[in-house]
């Protein structure tokens, strides 16, 4: 069974960063897609970033410029660098890998979520 541990969030003021880490059990990372998804309060979940197993990324527009992902496959860790984030990035964000990497996700292994708060 393939677990997923996701750390990093926090509280931040605008214009801060945060670096979240998604951790695997195994090294699923390195074979399969993996995604970074976030639901805010009353919304739906929605597709952040992705990093294809062969190493190619993609964004939502709404971050694109502020956020990167990156994976280290030595320590089967997905990464999201998030920086001059603003209120609007306030969700629960969720790794998932192996899922069908639709806008709102579905299948594959999720990760427990990891809160980000970007208040002043």
């Known amino acids: 069974q393939v677990q997923l541990v996701e750390s990093g969030g926090g509280l931040v003021q605008p214009g801060g960063s945060l670096r979240l880490s998604c951790a695997a059990s195994?090294?699923?990372?390195?074979?399969?897609?993996t995604a970074w998804y976030r639901q805010a309060p009353g919304k739906q979940r929605e597709l952040v970033a992705v990093?294809?197993?062969?190493?190619?990324?993609n964004y939502a527009d709404s971050v694109k410029g502020r956020f990167t992902i990156s994976r280290d496959n030595a320590k089967n860790t997905v990464y999201l660098q998030m920086n001059n984030l603003k209120p609007e990035d306030t969700a629960v964000y969720y790794c998932?890998?192996?899922?069908?990497?639709?806008?709102?996700?579905?299948?594959?292994?999720w990760g427990q979520g990891t809160q980000v708060t970007v208040s002043s």
């Open positions: 990093i294809m197993s062969g190493g190619s990324t």
């Open positions: 195994g090294s699923i990372v390195r074979f399969y897609a």
């Open positions: 998932n890998v192996a899922g069908d990497m639709s806008p709102r996700g579905r299948n594959g292994y």
